[in-house]
Each structure stands twice: as C-alpha cells, then as structure tokens.
C-alpha cells in the first residue's frame, strides 16, 4: 500500500484547519504532511477519513467537525454535496470574499513576482446579493433508471447526473424554462440520449437570459438533426412562457467534451437574443460568448476603465477584445480605441456594436496582438494605455515579449485566473511597476476568483 509518512489510505485523521486552497478546500498537516479536506474551514477541528495518498500530500474526506468555524453556515442548497458546482455555500459570504482576496495573495507568494509582498491587495468587490446571478445553464439531459427524464449536472469526475430543478445560483428564468422542457420531454416521450448505447436524441439543454431585456433563448441540443413533436413542444412552451423568443437546435453528434456542434438550427423566434450592458446592446446568439454574471461584469469593467485612469487625449488598445465589450465602454471618454482578436466573428460583432453606438473612434482587427501591436507601432500608432483580457490560461508567451518590446505606460490586466496572472507577473514586472491587485467577485458561493491588476510602466 502506498504511504506517506506512514499515512494510509482509509485512516482516520483529527487534525486543526490553518486555511482554505485555491479550490476551496481546507488545508490542515498531519505530522508535517499537507492534508486537502474539501468542506473543511479555517480554525475548525475535524476528523477525515484519507482518499488518496500521494508522495507530497494527502486528499481526506469530512467525516465530522469536532470544532465548527464561527463563519461556518448551512448550505442553502439540497444537492450543494453531490453536484460539486459550488464549493463555498458552507462559508458565510464576508469570508468568501476574504477568500478571493487570500487567493490572489497565495498565487503571488507562489510565483513571487518582483516586490510581490508589498503590492497593494484591494478588498474584493462583492455582490449585494450573491444568489440567482447566472444568465446562462447547460444541462445534461438524461433518463434515470425509472425512465423520467431529468436534467442535471454531472457529480465532479463522474458521468453520475445530479438531477437539479432549483439551483440557487442561476437566474430563475432559466429554471422555470428549464423545468417547463423537463416536463414537456416528459409528456411528450421524446427519446432522450443514451450515452452506453449513443442511441437517443436530446443530450443537452442550453438556457439564456437578457437580464436587461428579459429574453429567454432555448437551445436544445441533440445527437441527429430530428427532434420529435418539435411543434407540439415549441406551442405548448412558448404559450406557458411567453419571454421565450428564441428556440434553436444545435447538433452534435460526435463523442466529445464540447458540448455543442457546428452545425445550429433555426426552429422558432428569433435567432439571437439582446442583452444590455451599460450603454452597449449585444446581439447573443447560441454559441456567442458573453460574461455569466452581468451584474458584476459592469463593476469589473468600472474598475478596468479606473485603472487605465483614461483621459481625453489618450490612445487605448483593448487586447483579446472579443465583441468590443470593454474598449466600446471607454470609447467615449478618449481619443481612439483599437480593439483585436483572433475570431473574427467576433470582430464582425465589435464594428457592429461601435455603429450602433455611434462610436466612430474605434478601430477593430483580427489578428494577434504579437502581430498587430509591431505593426501599429512601426505605424505611428504608439497607445497610452493596454488592456489585455486574456482566457484562464493567461497571456501567450508572444505577447508578453510583445508587451515588453513595445510598452506603453499603462498596462490594465484583467485576470479570470490568479495564478497565470502572477506567473505572468514575473516576466511583466521586468518593466511595469504593480500599482495594485482589485479582486471581484464574479462567482459568488465558487471558488473562482477575478481580478484587475493596475500596472505602470517604470520610469
């Protein structure tokens, strides 16, 4: 049996919580060994029982807390231990924010980028109320062993469905659609996909809400282009929800994690549907990327618009610019905006949304910034300030010696993920000074933590 420091799978460990990891969990020590108890909180006594032994540290699951946290609460939620969507529902939500900032911290402590312990770490900016904020859902769609079709999401690394009908972090509109599809599929039989046999139609059912405008977009999302009593379905839904205004199929027939094909079905309403963030309207179609959390994504790109300190004459580049979102908000208030990305669909939607908005002072472009920015440049296009928005994975490699070649004097680095942020850290601080590291809270009772980074070009 494999063992650490003489720990072995199913022991039993009472042992302190010092704090919570990057995921959520608590981390304590056995004998100088690092112990991962999900469900465990800081200053709490718990007894666990070992589930994996590796050679630096060991995974434990919660068998009872002998010494409850005093911010310790009960999960709202009935399926909060199974469906593993959430991690912090047990943590009263003032801490939660403590947490997300304390993230941002380790990740830096981790990568130690240049002065890392004095940079300014701001309190993470919360929502009001932490619930019901999801304006979108992608449910599997499944029969359980009686034959009801239910939809759900998959337990954490299982094909295991945790039927959900009142998730507590979606918008309710999605919920109420959802649970009205559930019941229709039901009524009507329609043959729900089988994953063993890859024999069934509806595999899963895709939900948007504008929250500005209250349209709701249905997509179902099947493995052949036929779906049954499509009429009979789309009548009856739309007569018991009037705010759906967009019904599309998409296909995907092929054995994959991406959830959708490439192929997309018009079968009712309208194609896309509208959302408002501030002064911009977007057009969201089935595969459109937009932000989950609306409510927080104006704050989050308050706080990249105040971090920029934009004034009147200056020149801005909005790297990973998707459909504009961030340079269109600031537009007005300096001289020019180019905008870049690598989708070119997007791009289409950037110039649209600048002609709806009447804003004629913005330049979009597909390409790479490692591409265009040398090309501005050389150009005389040299910007006053950058914002890069980059995927979890941080900015490419390319672009960081772009960066750095090619400077401006601010840098805005907004951050879905605080690791590659410090990581990236290391190499930027070689010539822009850290300001400060404003955390937000885009995924309230998850342990995903947002934040925006201020940096200054040194003199």
Avoid at 33 to 58: C, D, N
Avoid at 108 to 121: C, G, V
Avoid at 378 to 396: A, E, S, Y
Wanted: charged share 25%; hydrophobic share 40%; with cysteine.
């Amino acid at each position: 049996m494999e063992t650490n420091h003489n720990i072995q799978l199913g022991q039993t460990l009472t042992l302190p919580i010092k704090r919570l990891g990057i995921n959520g969990e608590g981390i304590g020590y056995f004998k100088k060994t690092i112990v991962f108890v999900p469900g465990a909180l800081p200053s709490e006594t718990i007894t666990a029982e070992v589930t994996k032994v590796m050679p630096r540290f060991v995974e434990a699951s919660l068998i009872q807390i002998n010494k409850a946290a005093p911010d310790r609460v009960t999960p709202p939620c009935r399926v909060y231990d199974e469906c593993g969507g959430c991690q912090l529902q047990h943590l009263e939500y003032e801490s939660q924010l403590d947490f997300k900032k304390d993230v941002v911290k380790q990740a830096m402590a981790k990568y130690k980028p240049a002065d890392y312990q004095d940079y300014t770490l701001l309190p993470t900016l919360g929502m009001e109320t932490p619930w019901h904020y999801r304006n979108k859902l992608q449910f599997q769609v499944r029969q359980n062993h009686e034959g009801t079709t239910e939809a759900g999401l998959y337990q954490a690394d299982s094909h295991q469905l945790v039927a959900i009908d009142d998730c507590l972090v979606q918008q309710p509109a999605t919920m109420t659609t959802l649970n009205k599809i559930v019941a229709l599929l039901n009524k009507y039989g329609i043959p729900i996909y089988d994953e063993q046999k890859n024999s069934g139609i509806v595999k899963t059912i895709m939900i948007r809400v504008g929250i500005a405008t209250k349209e709701v977009q249905l997509v179902f999302i099947t493995n052949s282009p036929k779906l049954p009593k499509k009429q009979a379905l789309i009548a009856e839904l739309t007569e018991a929800i009037p705010e759906v205004v967009s019904i599309m199929q998409n296909i995907q027939q092929k054995k994959t994690s991406l959830v959708m094909g490439d192929e997309t079905l018009h079968l009712w309403g309208k194609e896309s549907i509208e959302e408002h963030l501030g002064d911009l309207v977007f057009d969201l179609s089935p595969r459109a990327f937009f932000q989950l959390n609306p409510e927080q994504t104006a704050i989050l790109y308050e706080e990249a618009r105040k971090a920029l300190d934009v004034q009147p004459t200056d020149t801005i580049v909005d790297a990973y610019c998707g459909v504009g979102t961030i340079g269109l908000s600031l537009a007005k208030q300096v001289s020019r905006v180019r905008g870049m990305d690598t989708i070119p669909a997007a791009i289409d939607d950037a110039r649209r949304n600048a002609e709806r908005l009447g804003i004629t002072n913005s330049r979009y472009e597909v390409g790479t910034a490692e591409e265009l920015l040398p090309h501005w440049f050389t150009n005389g296009f040299k910007p006053d300030g950058i914002v890069v928005d980059p995927p979890r994975t941080g900015l490419d490699e390319t672009l960081i010696q772009a960066l750095l070649r090619y400077p401006s004097k601010k840098l805005v680095y907004v951050s879905c993920n605080p690791s590659t942020l410090a990581r990236d850290l290391v190499k930027l601080t070689r010539k822009y000074t850290v300001d400060y590291l404003q955390s937000v809270d885009m995924f309230p009772q998850t342990a995903r933590a947002e934040v925006v980074a201020k940096l200054t070009l040194k003199a």
